[in-house]
Structure formats: C-alpha cells, structure tokens
C-alpha cells in the first residue's frame, strides 16, 4: 500500500462540477493499492500517515503529526501509484490491486483514519476527478508498507 502525503494549506477534489471533498491546513493523501495489501498494511499505513512528523512546532521544526498541528486529511484514491514505469514508455498496472478489493482497503483506510477523530475527507474512488491543492513547503512524502 503506497501513500504520497503533501502537507497542504487546503485541498479539494471536484467530480462532475460538484466538490464532493474539501479541507484547510492538513495533509493530501493519495492512495495507491497494490495486489498483495490487506487490512493490516492498511492499518499499519494509516499510523505511518498520521504519525508523520512534518508540521512546524513553534520553533519552526518538523515535529508534529496533523493532529497534534490541528489539520484534517483528504484522502483520494490514485490506482497509478501502482504502476511499473521500469519497462518502456507505458506504464504497467498489474501489481495495482483489482477494483473491488482496491476500493474496498481504500474505504477500510478511510474508516481507519475517521476512527481517530480526525477531520477525514474523501475523493470519489475509480472517478474522474480533479484534485486542486495548495502544497505548503512544499513538503511532499512516498510512504509505503
């Protein structure tokens, strides 16, 4: 299971005209699943993302995790996070996870990250969506268990 977290100061995703998931300062999460995930990789991953030092305490270091800064998540499902881009120009997807699974352990992450208390936002999974966001730092991270 793949996340790719950016610490933003707001973020949105957009489906068919409607914004269907939105937050201030917190963190973007992309999630990709991979064939071989389950439900304790993605409990671990969602400790990992949460747990994630990368907002400024008042010394204006990297020493807290979004809920300690106060932040919310928005959580989007992204399949080409899976891919394998070592062979040729087009990318491969056949380490990603089928779809029912893939939506399954992404609604299981989400649930896990609402479980917490903390402000959880979502896209609208195997939609067509347009994700709009401001990076803060930038800061951007590739965690994957």
Not at 16 to 23: D, Q, Y
Not at 91 to 108: I, M, N, Q, T, V
Request: aromatic share 6%; net charge negative; with cysteine.
């Amino acid at each position: 299971m793949i996340a790719l977290i950016q610490r933003v100061t707001h973020a949105s995703v957009v489906v068919e005209g409607t914004t269907v998931g939105e937050i201030g300062p917190g963190l973007l999460v992309l999630l990709g699943v991979e064939k071989e995930d389950n439900e304790q990789k993605a409990q671990r991953l969602r400790d990992k993302v949460l747990g994630y030092r990368i907002f400024s305490d008042e010394n204006d270091k990297m020493n807290l995790n979004v809920q300690q800064a106060g932040g919310s998540v928005l959580v989007v499902s992204q399949f080409t996070l899976a891919a394998d881009t070592q062979k040729g120009m087009r990318p491969s997807f056949s380490g990603g996870a089928a779809p029912d699974e893939a939506e399954r352990l992404y609604e299981y992450f989400v649930g896990q990250c609402r479980e917490t208390g903390i402000n959880t936002q979502t896209g609208q999974f195997a939609a067509d969506m347009k994700v709009s966001l401001l990076n803060d730092g930038p800061v951007t991270f590739w965690l994957q268990v």
